[in-house]
Structures are given as structure tokens and as C-alpha cells.
Nanobody, 118 residues
């Protein structure tokens, strides 16, 4: 599976952005997709994930209530709608996919920068 992330940019605190992650290749293998982020000097963290079959989602506490993950199976695309953005949301955002609940995320997108200014 190949993943292409897009939609990053710069926004003021309180603003919104929507990221997209388009999947291609063996997309029938996808079990779940996730959004991760890595801020300068920090470890990469899971933002949230979505089960490809039924759309069940999970969110990190830091984004719960502000971020929404969705997917369009017909377009093989996952989205991350980010609202009420905070400066601490500034990071490079990556999308990833995996083939099974028991596996680690195997395919990764190239990352897209999100910068939130105060």
C-alpha cells in the first residue's frame, strides 16, 4: 500500500485544517489506518485511528473532541478534520496503514507539516 498525505499548512490558534491520506496499491488489505504526529524534539505519537471495515475510531486524549477521523472507502482515502487547533498541535503529521489488528503499522505516508501560531 502506498500512502499520500496532503492538506497541511499554517493556521492561527482556534482555526481548522483538514488532512487527507490517499491509499493506492493493495488497498483491499487495509485493516486500519491511523494518523500520527511528531513535533520537534518529541517522539512520534498516535493521534487517532480508524478501522477500515466499520469506521470505528479511536483518539488520543489530547485531540479528543477537536479532531475527527473519517474515511471514504470508495476513494480509498482517510481524512483528519482538525478544529480548535492549538500551538501544541504543531507537528509533522503522518498517515499509516496496517493489515491486521496484531501487526504494527507497515505503510507510511510522507508527512505533512501543520503549524499553529498563537
Amino acid at each position: 500500500v502506498q500512502l499520500q498525505a496532503s492538506g497541511g499548512g499554517s493556521v492561527q490558534a482556534g482555526g481548522s485544517l483538514r488532512l487527507s491520506c490517499a491509499a493506492s496499491g493493495r488497498t483491499f488489505n487495509i485493516y486500519a489506518m491511523g494518523w500520527f504526529r511528531q513535533a520537534p524534539g518529541k517522539e512520534r505519537e498516535l493521534v487517532g485511528r480508524i478501522a477500515w471495515s466499520d469506521g470505528t475510531t479511536y483518539y488520543a486524549d489530547s485531540v479528543k473532541g477537536r479532531f475527527t477521523i473519517s474515511r471514504d472507502n470508495a476513494k480509498n482515502t482517510m481524512y483528519l478534520q482538525m478544529r480548535t487547533l492549538k500551538p501544541e498541535d504543531t507537528a509533522i503529521y503522518y498517515c499509516a496503514s496496517k493489515r491486521s489488528r496484531l501487526l504494527n503499522y507497515e505503510s507510511w505516508g510522507q508527512g505533512t507539516q501543520v503549524t499553529v501560531s498563537s
